[in-house]
């Protein structure tokens, strides 16, 4: 998939508001290196378990991991969605600036 397809479909942010938001918020930082720290632990029980208990173990905090990354992504996706939010309510304040152009939806 292209850029140009990405844009054709509205996914992407208008040019000019390219790198000047930040992309992660405060608490999926933290959420990310949580899962991070989760998906290394839960590889090294796996690895240590030696095919014992605990290996099944370190699967069960792999799956917990998976699911803390789902919840990480969505709330990611919402965060970013409440930003292209407030700068469509920026554009709309100012009549003269250019908007994000494509419907918002939340």
């Known amino acids: 998939m292209t850029l140009r397809d990405l844009d054709d479909m509205g996914l992407l942010l208008p040019r000019e508001h390219w790198g ?14 949580f899962a991070a720290l989760l998906g290394l632990a839960s ?6 378990g030696q095919g014992g208990i605990m290996t099944f173990v370190g699967l069960g905090l792999f799956l917990v991991d998976l699911a803390i990354f789902q919840v990480v992504t969505f709330l990611a996706v919402e965060d970013r969605m409440e930003r292209l939010g407030e700068i469509d309510a920026e554009s709309e304040a100012s009549p003269g600036a250019p908007g994000p152009g494509g419907p918002v939806s939340g």
Do not use: E, K, N, Y
């Open 20 to 33: 000047h938001t930040p992309h992660a918020g405060r608490r999926t930082t933290a959420l990310t290196v």
């Open 43 to 48: 590889a090294w029980v796996v690895w240590s």
